[in-house]
């Protein structure tokens, strides 16, 4: 068990790495009350991945869409990106920088549904590696995996919040998140849909 459980945690962690700088972005501008929304988006998120690569691995359904078809799930931040970027031109003069406000207005009117989109917007890889690795596990070792993985989550996001909460990267980030947010949100939609192959696979439907 303590095997798996070394496991899990360096699966995890090898997947969710990548989830880092987003959770640092999001915690560096978050309100108090907004906290809880990306600990429950990240969780509903990570929740989703392990719950479809389990029942895939057990042969239980075949829930994976192709993988440019995961990559369509970039246009959200790729979205967010060029909304924050049109607002924030349109307010440079008026001191708003509660750029969250955005991202939990509209049609994503709670936070942890935006925030859960974008976990699920960087999950290709994630199921490449979760889906071979349930199927190595005996039901004993996938209770383990996942109360493992749950409590990765958690420290995963404690850590973000806990950088986000540094003088000096809370500093540089606010003095640059004019640039930095928008940035950060654009690449990250385009890199998904890059990476899962999504405008190729457009281009060849299209011509």
Known sequence: MIVTAFTAA??????GI?????????FSQVKKDQIKHIWIGQYIGTAIIIGVSLLVALGVANLVPQQWMIGLLGLLPLYLGIRIWIKEDENENENESNILSLFSSGRFNQLFVTVTFIVLASSADDFSIYIPYFTTLDMTEIIVAVI??????GVLCYISYRL???DFVSEKIEKYERWIVPIVFIGLGIYIMFENGTFNALTSLLF
């Not at 990548?18 to 999001?26: E, P, S």
């Not at 493992?148 to 989550?153: G, L, N, R």
């Open 10 to 15: 360096a699966v995890y962690v090898a997947t």
């Open 18 to 26: 990548d989830y880092l700088i987003i959770l640092i972005l999001l």
């Open 164 to 166: 986000a909460s540094l």
């Open 148 to 153: 493992v993985f749950s409590i990765t989550v």
